[in-house]
């Protein structure tokens, strides 16, 4: 079975179906869906999805490309929805939280500043409740990493990965995995493709990212959580090594980078 450990399930591209999007995957093997929040104002629907779903789990946080719109009192009212939510053993983690520097309007001196001390704050709820994050680090991996170390939080993954060989062990050596998805199945892709080839197996987890980044064999299509196994697929074959021993490393992987995981798998 297969774990995807980032999703937008609540996505507009879904029409309101993500019930539904969680179902098919199931049909296909994947046996849990990690629902990632983005904003404050979908902080319920992505718990409400992941109650609706036996194969489905939620995080909580405000993801950088939201931060502008974003308010401070939005922080305080995340800690308290992270300090209530720890009862419900469908609530894994922090996410999809970090930092955005490839958006023209988000690399303002204001709008860096605003993104950093968003992200510091959401990493010091993280380790204060002992919750692994889910990290956005489009471009910007040497400043997540540099915050990581001043807040350290228990672990967690670095989404979407496209970094350099050093940067992905600064990360591991964090206790951080690495997410790899839809882009890995891209021949063009020869980064990424050489990073999930030579990086430690046990540190990489699988994520589509859904509904972004679809795989090559849909593309340009919208991505949906039914498409992990051929991501994974994608990773053996990149490996050389048999579908079932990628499967259950990322399984393992998984479960190592998200640990309320295994309450519910």
Same mark, same amino acid.
């Given at each position: 079975?297969?774990?995807?450990?980032?999703?937008?399930?609540?996505?507009?591209?879904?029409?309101? &179906?993500?019930?539904?999007?969680?179902?098919? %995957? =199931?049909? +296909?093997?994947?046996?849990? @869906?990690?629902?990632?929040?983005?904003?404050?104002?979908?902080?319920?629907?992505?718990?409400?999805?992941?109650?609706?779903?036996? $194969?489905?789990?939620?995080?909580?946080?405000?993801?950088?490309?939201?931060?502008?719109?974003?308010?401070?009192?939005?922080?305080?009212?995340?800690? %308290?929805?992270?300090?209530? =939510?720890? $009862?419900?053993?469908? /609530?894994?983690?922090?996410? *999809?939280?970090?930092?955005? /520097?490839?958006?023209?309007?988000?690399?303002?001196?204001?709008?860096?500043?605003?993104? +950093?001390?968003?992200?510091? *704050?959401?990493?010091?709820?993280?380790?204060? /409740?002992?919750?692994?994050?889910?990290?956005?680090?489009?471009?910007?991996? &040497?400043?997540?990493?540099?915050?990581?170390?001043?807040?350290?939080?228990?672990?967690? @993954? #670095?989404?979407?990965?496209?970094?350099?060989?050093?940067?992905?062990?600064?990360?591991?050596?964090? !206790?951080?995995?690495? !997410?790899?998805?839809?882009?890995?199945?891209?021949?063009?892709?020869?980064?990424?493709?050489?990073? #999930?080839?030579?990086?430690?197996?046990?540190?990489?987890?699988? +994520?589509? &990212?859904?509904?972004?980044? #679809?795989?090559?064999? @849909?593309?340009?299509?919208?991505?949906?959580?039914?498409?992990?196994? !051929?991501?994974?697929?994608?990773?053996?074959?990149?490996?050389?090594?048999?579908?079932? *021993?990628?499967?259950?490393?990322?399984? &393992?992987?998984?479960?190592?980078?998200?640990?309320?995981?295994?309450?519910?798998?």
């Amino acid at each position: 079975m297969w774990i995807d450990t980032h999703v937008h399930l609540d996505a507009r591209e879904y029409g309101g &179906d993500g019930a539904g999007v969680a179902s098919r %995957a =199931a049909q +296909e093997g994947v046996s849990m @869906i990690v629902i990632v929040a983005v904003e404050r104002g979908n902080f319920e629907a992505v718990r409400s999805l992941a109650h609706g779903s036996p $194969n489905a789990c939620y995080a909580l946080g405000i993801h950088p490309i939201c931060v502008p719109q974003a308010q401070d009192d939005d922080l305080v009212f995340m800690r %308290a929805a992270v300090e209530q =939510a720890m $009862n419900d053993p469908r /609530f894994v983690g922090i996410g *999809e939280v970090g930092l955005d /520097f490839f958006i023209p309007e988000l690399c303002t001196p204001e709008m860096r500043d605003k993104q +950093e001390r968003f992200f510091r *704050e959401q990493l010091r709820i993280a380790r204060d /409740f002992g919750l692994p994050v889910l990290t956005h680090v489009r471009r910007s991996q &040497d400043q997540v990493l540099k915050h990581l170390r001043q807040i350290r939080p228990p672990g967690g @993954i #670095a989404h979407a990965f496209n970094g350099s060989f050093q940067q992905a062990q600064n990360f591991i050596d964090l !206790g951080f995995h690495l !997410g790899f998805g839809g882009n890995m199945t891209f021949t063009r892709a020869l980064q990424i493709r050489r990073l #999930a080839t030579e990086l430690p197996l046990e540190s990489i987890v699988l +994520e589509t &990212d859904s509904p972004d980044i #679809a795989p090559a064999w @849909i593309h340009p299509g919208r991505n949906s959580p039914e498409q992990l196994p !051929g991501i994974g697929a994608t990773l053996a074959e990149l490996r050389g090594l048999p579908l079932d *021993e990628v499967r259950r490393a990322a399984w &393992d992987a998984s479960l190592k980078a998200i640990p309320r995981l295994a309450g519910l798998v």
